[in-house]
């Protein structure tokens, strides 16, 4: 059995023998260095090469969101953030996800140690994670390049095969027939003078028809600038006049300055933030739901999206409690569309996109007056989470009168599999997942991939996109 290294980074001694024994309680890992600052951090890594790093995010000298990205430009090992809960903390941690962290794990509370063994167990669960990712970008990286030999191997045998054709199948051209020459008889007689006065004859109409020639070309106007003729003029276009102020003013009404510009770039003005999600009625809907390298995904999706988009957008991102608030505000910062953490009885309206707070279930309702509204609810976890993207995508199943639009990210387990499944079968065909190039962890799209319920199988960049044009 393969034991990984693993460096520990945090500014406290207790603290780092907490998350080492943590970690050395799994017989797969083994703490090979520990690092008390980001800068000693930057060093050991590059020292001891583990294969995956736990930092802590706030640290003297150095914290750990610029260690971080320092590291993240030496080499790819996947580092698991530890984040305290105030609020610098997990703004931060947000950060250091969209910077390449591989995914975060609250600081365990030192007083109960029923929480030291839940934040150990989700320790060990991140860092197995992080490694079976590692092997299968590296399986997937040797089955491409093996794919790639095998058809270049092809290519090189078909290319022998076609320099070789034209030897085998050569043949000799065949000789050609020569008839024997016969014999020149020299004209007598008549036949002479004919023969000698019709070359004669032909030499005297060649220099008649070059005289011609010669005669018509000296008639020909001499000047290359000559006025054109009275018919070439005819089909030339009238100018048309300048209209007077006057008569402008019963013409076409000017345009405003903005929309000149509009028509001139072919672009619709965007609506400023301030006025998206204000609108009336709508009769489509967008649900998301990710995980384990969510928010980056969610970053690169969201700033894609207009502010006009006719739908709200519901996301599920599986994260503890305090951090969907940071997560709302980070994402609300860079998309078009207003992003908010979700609140019991909020009204939907489109151009905004709601996220569920941590250890809440989101489901969407319809009140009496037609208006779709959020409920958040504590039941029990769904395929371990709460919030649970199967729970969101199992409240749409009622509302057939709805365009739904489902999409899962990357994400480990399979949590919104099963009930994209069931509304597939329900005739929602608008069905996207994230593809296993620009998955941090191909799983919950695979899961729904696996279930024949995805329509449209992407890399990530290409998700806004196709989602835009399927909900415009």
Same mark, same amino acid.
């Given at each position: ?323 969907? !608030? /940071?997560? =709302? ?7 078009? *569309?207003?992003?908010? &953490?979700?609140?019991?009885?909020? +009204? ?97 799209? !695979? /899961?729904? =991939? ?7 199988? *992407?890399?990530?960049? &290409?998700?806004?996109?196709?989602? +835009?044009?399927?909900?415009?």
């Amino acid at each position: 059995m393969a034991v990984y290294q693993v460096l520990v980074v945090d500014d406290s001694a207790f603290m780092r023998k907490i998350v080492t024994d943590l970690i050395e309680a799994d017989p797969e890992f083994k703490v090979a260095a520990t690092a008390s600052t980001g800068k000693e951090a930057i060093q050991k890594a590059v020292d001891v090469k583990p294969d995956v790093i736990t930092m802590d995010v706030e640290m003297p000298e150095m914290n750990g969101l610029d260690a971080l990205k320092s590291i993240m430009q030496q080499s790819s090992v996947p580092v698991i953030m530890l984040s305290g809960i105030n609020e610098q903390g997990m703004k931060e941690t947000i950060m250091a996800l969209e910077a390449g962290a591989f995914d975060f794990i609250r600081k365990p509370s030192i007083s109960h140690d029923q929480d030291i063994a839940q934040v150990g167990k989700a320790l060990v669960e991140r860092m197995r994670a992080a490694m079976n990712e590692i092997k299968r970008k590296a399986d997937r990286e040797a089955s491409l390049q093996k794919r790639k030999e095998i058809q270049d191997d092809v290519l090189r045998q078909s290319q022998r095969v076609q320099r070789g054709t034209p030897t085998q199948v050569h043949r000799e051209p065949a000789q050609k027939r020569i008839d024997p020459v016969q014999p020149v008889t020299r004209p007598t007689g008549e036949q002479s003078e004919r023969f000698q006065s019709q070359p004669l004859k032909r030499n005297a109409s060649l220099g008649d028809q070059k005289k011609e020639r010669s005669d018509k070309k000296a008639e020909a106007p001499k000047s290359p600038n000559r006025l054109p003729d009275v018919r070439e003029a005819k089909t030339l276009k009238p100018i048309k006049p300048v209209p007077s102020p006057k008569e402008s003013r019963n013409s076409e009404p000017l345009r405003s300055a903005v929309d000149q510009v509009a028509a001139a770039s072919n672009r619709p003005i965007p609506i400023p933030k301030a006025v998206a999600g204000t609108e009336g009625a709508f009769n489509k809907i967008v649900a998301i739901g990710c995980s384990t390298g969510g928010p980056r995904a969610l970053k690169t999706l969201l700033e894609e999206l207009p502010a006009d988009l006719p739908a709200p957008v519901i996301i599920v991102q599986h994260m503890p409690p305090n951090f969907t !608030r /940071s997560l =709302a505000q980070r994402l609300n910062t860079f998309s078009p *569309l207003h992003v908010v &953490e979700a609140e019991d009885g909020m +009204v939907l309206k489109k151009g905004s996109a709601y996220i569920a707070p941590g250890g809440y279930h989101i489901i969407v309702s319809k009140t009496a007056d037609g208006k779709y509204i959020l409920k958040l609810t504590e039941e029990h976890p769904v395929n371990g989470h709460r919030p649970s993207v199967d729970t969101m995508f199992e409240s749409l199943l009622p509302f057939t009168s709805l365009q739904r639009h489902l999409v899962l990210l990357t994400g480990m387990g399979s949590d919104g599999a099963r009930m994209m499944k069931k509304l597939y079968e329900a005739g929602v065909t608008s069905t996207f997942a994230e593809n296993e190039e620009t998955c941090v962890v191909y799983g919950m799209p !695979r /899961s729904a =991939a696996e279930l024949q319920c995805v329509r449209h199988l *992407l890399p990530l960049q &290409e998700i806004a996109t196709k989602l +835009v044009q399927a909900v415009k």
